[in-house]
């Protein structure tokens, strides 16, 4: 710095700093007042048009703090021109319950979902399928935001909707017989069944988490997956999420664990084209050429597979229900020949899968882990593969670890707290890690010798 900005001369006196200090909270006053007249929306319309810019450009304060001044001026009598007030309100108060689960709001967000329901049930109550189609969409934000039978009676709800819009679907494109209408049903009627099975998927999740001691937990599930079973999806088979459901059920049921391979071997199968061209980016499918053009290739090839593929937490959950089957064929006796193979090719498919994870995102520690897993698990084991995957794990654990440590010095209380706990769970995982590692070290000597 400038030593002359510290001396007496340059320092301003008391009466000056007072000042100085007020004409910079004036100008910055009027400043503030002209960026809120320019940019605070003047009418209900600009309100909504700003709230729905700052939802999808994931600005969530934003986005609440505009949706919560709509829903004031609508219950206060304002409307729009195009819609009723109360339908409105409806959209409004489903869109601030959204971006308040996105800033962590829970307990006000599931408040607005319960609104928007009471309003909708007393306003709008008919047959029509958007009236169902709302309902049912607010009852599962509702049931996602519980726990236990409260959670339960949420879904339930949401699904007798669905369910009534699946037949009002059906009954409308009976009646219909100009074939571009046909074409819109056929692809709304596909929609409403992709959502039944995800809807019954959901409550047979919870029967297998939260309800999970409850006396009939396990018929209950059972029974909600053999309906989802029962809808189909474009390629005529059942929708991926009640295949994988299905295999978690099984796996869950010792007399009937070795079903869950079947299934969740139909699983794969219903997104292995996106997986491999994914999987092809890293170097890691089979029989997909070599190097990132030719996966550059083969993801151009599939784009619509790839574009169409479950979401990273499915997958990931694919990838574990793939190892878990591949272990239990693995220690099974009594196996023919074909059911000794399908462990092999469970394997293999959990490779393509996690591949396909990397592809979209490479700095899960998780991922890498259960890639050295699987490389492992190879027949025979691929030990440079696996230790490759592993270490890398291991490094990127070493860092949280780093990061963690670091961070605890500067906290108390329960924050400091919290960080012990990740502590922990690092350093579980990282005994983990190095036991896998330890292992291939035994593994790589005995095929030595």
């Known amino acids: 710095r400038n030593p002359s900005f510290f001396t007496p001369t340059s320092v301003p006196t008391r009466k000056m700093r ?66 009723t007030r ?6 409004v108060l489903e869109k601030l319950g959204e971006s308040k689960v996105a800033i962590g709001d829970q307990p006000g967000a599931k408040s607005d979902f319960q609104e928007a329901i009471t309003m909708l049930e007393k306003e ?5 399928i958007r009236y169902h189609e709302t309902r049912s969409s607010l009852f599962f934000y509702v049931g996602q935001l519980c726990m236990g039978k409260e959670a339960l009676h949420a879904y339930q709800q949401g699904l007798a909707s669905l369910e009534t819009c699946a037949k ?40 297998l988490t939260d309800l999970c001691f409850e006396d009939y937990a396990e018929s ?24 994988q459901t299905m295999a978690s059920l099984r796996l869950s049921q010792q007399a009937k664990r070795l079903e869950g391979a079947d ?22 499918v089979e029989n997909g050429g070599s190097g990132a053009v030719a996966g550059q290739a083969l993801e151009l090839e599939n784009l619509d597979s790839v574009n169409s593929l479950p979401e990273f937490e499915f997958r990931c959950q694919t990838a574990k229900l793939l190892l878990e089957c591949a272990t239990l064929i693995r220690d099974a006796s009594g196996l023919a020949e074909n059911q000794k193979a399908a462990e092999q090719q469970c394997v293999s498919a959990a490779v393509s899968v996690l591949g396909s994870l990397l592809a979209q995102n490479d700095e899960v520690v998780e991922i890498w882990f259960l890639a050295g897993c699987a490389f492992a698990m190879k027949n025979p084991p691929a030990v440079d593969a696996a230790t490759y995957y592993l270490e890398r794990a291991m490094d990127m654990l070493k860092k949280v670890r780093e990061g ?32 896998k590692l330890d292992e291939l070290k035994n593994v790589e000597t005995a095929m030595e010798e």
Not at 226 to 242: H, I, K, N, Y
């Open 404 to 435: 963690l440590e670091n961070n605890s010095k500067f906290c108390s209380g329960d924050e400091l707290s919290e960080i012990q706990e990740e502590l922990e769970e690092n350093r579980i995982q990282m005994e983990d890690v190095q036991g």
């Open 18 to 83: 007072k000042m100085r200090k007020a004409r910079t909270s004036r100008k910055k006053v009027r400043s503030k007042r002209r960026d809120n007249n320019r940019n605070t929306p003047v009418s209900l319309d600009d309100i909504l048009a700003a709230a729905e810019s700052a939802q999808q450009a994931f600005d969530n304060e934003q986005a609440a703090d505009l949706y919560s001044k709509a829903a004031s001026l609508l219950r206060t009598g304002h409307t729009t021109a195009s819609e």
């Open 168 to 207: 009002l679907g059906e009954k409308l494109s009976s009646d219909d017989t100009e074939s571009d209408r046909q074409d819109s049903a056929a692809n709304a009627r596909h929609e409403v069944r992709a959502k039944l099975s995800g809807g019954y998927c959901t409550i047979a999740e919870l029967y």
């Open 124 to 128: 709008q109550a008919g047959a029509s």
């Open 220 to 243: 209950e599930c059972e029974t909600c997956l053999m309906r989802a079973l029962e809808l189909r999806d474009r390629d005529g088979q059942p929708f991926v999420d009640v295949l």
């Open 86 to 91: 109360e339908s409105v309100l409806i959209r």
């Open 263 to 284: 299934y969740i071997q139909r699983a794969f199968e219903k997104m292995k084209l996106g997986c491999d061209a994914l999987a092809s980016l890293v170097g890691l």
